[in-house]
């Protein structure tokens, strides 16, 4: 079934680890964003790719790095993680242009200690 | 500073009545707006949008209504059911990019 694939489910991490979350699409979907979702805060934009070899900051990329080397994967990367990382992460994609709507993910809960 | 707000974090509704979720936005040049519903443990999912060029669209039980002036968009549903339980979030873009910002989203009972 096509569709968006993450990976871990969830993770226990400790602060100061490097972790990174798995992204992989099936659609040919040109864009591809990051998002980490808070209670009180919805859903915040951290980065955004809008063709492979691209990327963009979002809202709150702080702490964070993606890289999208091809078409399918976006992997987002926390180079030393810290407790206010402590969230629930989506992945996301669109076909690229403005107004297509954006699939998401199961998400990755991610705790850290 | 949020740029798209959802006032209220919750609502309850009794079955087969009608469910409104409002969302607010301070930015005028956000012109594309949408809901999306989420259920526990899974990925959003997307229910409808809107263009700033209308004030209204309709998809089955579904109409968002879109007030330019007031800066301010809604979601009605009718009637509702109890598998509409969710948290809904509503977003909003400028045509001329691809990013959404979201509200905090408002969680919706139906109760049977």
């Known amino acids: 079934i096509a569709g968006i694939t993450q990976a871990p489910t969830s993770q226990i991490l400790a602060a100061g680890r490097r972790m990174t979350l798995r992204c992989t699409q099936d659609?040919?979907?040109?864009?591809m964003y990051w998002y980490r979702q808070d209670l009180g805060l919805g859903l915040r934009l951290i980065h955004y790719?809008?063709?492979?070899?691209?990327?963009g900051k979002g809202e709150v990329p702080d702490g964070y790095s993606v890289s999208r080397a091809n078409t399918d994967d976006f992997p987002l990367t926390l180079a030393s993680a810290v407790p206010s990382q402590t969230s629930v992460y989506f992945c996301?994609?669109?076909?690229?242009?403005?107004?297509?709507?954006?699939?998401f993910g199961p998400g990755t809960r991610l705790t850290v200690l | 500073d949020q740029q798209v707000k959802q006032n209220s974090p919750s609502l309850s509704v009794q079955e087969g009545r009608i469910s409104i979720l409002n969302c607010d936005y301070t930015?005028?040049?956000?012109?594309?707006f949408l809901w999306y519903k989420k259920y526990p443990a899974e990925g959003p999912t997307f229910l409808i949008s809107?263009?700033?060029?209308?004030d209204k669209n309709e998809d089955g039980r579904f109409t968002v209504f879109l007030n330019k002036s007031a800066k301010h968009l809604s979601l009605h549903i009718v009637p509702s059911q109890p598998g509409d339980s969710a948290v809904y979030f509503c977003?909003?873009?400028?045509?001329?990019?691809?990013?959404?910002?979201f509200g905090q989203g408002t969680e919706l009972s139906v109760k049977p």
């Open positions: 996301a994609s669109a076909r690229g242009q403005a107004t297509d709507t954006q699939y």
């Open positions: 977003a909003a873009s400028g045509s001329r990019g691809r990013k959404l910002i």
């Open positions: 930015n005028s040049m956000f012109d594309y």
């Open positions: 809107i263009s700033s060029i209308k």
């Open positions: 790719s809008n063709t492979a070899g691209t990327t």
């Open positions: 659609m040919r979907h040109n864009a």
